[in-house]
Nanobody
Framework: QVQLVESGGGLVQAGGSLRLSCAAS????????MGWFRQAPGKEREIVAA????????YYVGSMKGRFTISRDNAKNTVYLQMNSLEPEDTAVYYC?????????????????WGQGTQVTVSS
């Protein structure tokens, strides 16, 4: 069992940056692939980025590549999402998710554990 708690969301102007954190509790965090998803009002939850258990492999959705960076610190049981050059279209609730696997799931159904989410609002 893994419990996930996101933090770091907030209100930022377009062009600004935020760093989201997801702290995990439970055993064997280092064996879990981790993902960041987001859900805007009226839209489906979509993947933003994901990272393998070791941190050696990452996955990004095309529009986020180059602006967002996912990383993890297994010693701190934490995964991060650095978001730069934010746009109003990035406004959403951001969720982290975990899956005990050696590959990187890139769909909602591929993850077993979810956090409660943190709101990110980008003003124009």
């Amino acid at each position: 069992q893994v419990q996930l708690v996101e933090s770091g969301g907030g209100l930022v102007q377009a062009g600004g940056s935020l760093r989201l954190s997801c702290a995990a509790s439970g055993r064997a965090f280092s064996s879990y692939a981790m993902g960041w998803f987001r859900q805007a009002p009226g839209k489906e939850r979509e993947i933003v980025a994901a990272i393998s258990w070791s941190g050696s492999t990452t996955y990004y959705v095309g529009s986020m590549k180059g602006r967002f960076t996912i990383s993890r610190d297994n010693a701190k049981n934490t995964v991060y999402l650095q978001m730069n050059s934010l746009e109003p279209e990035d406004t959403a609730v951001y969720y982290c998710a975990a899956k005990g696997t050696s590959y990187i799931p890139n769909t909602y159904s591929g993850y077993d554990y979810w956090g409660q989410g943190t709101q990110v609002t980008v003003s124009s």
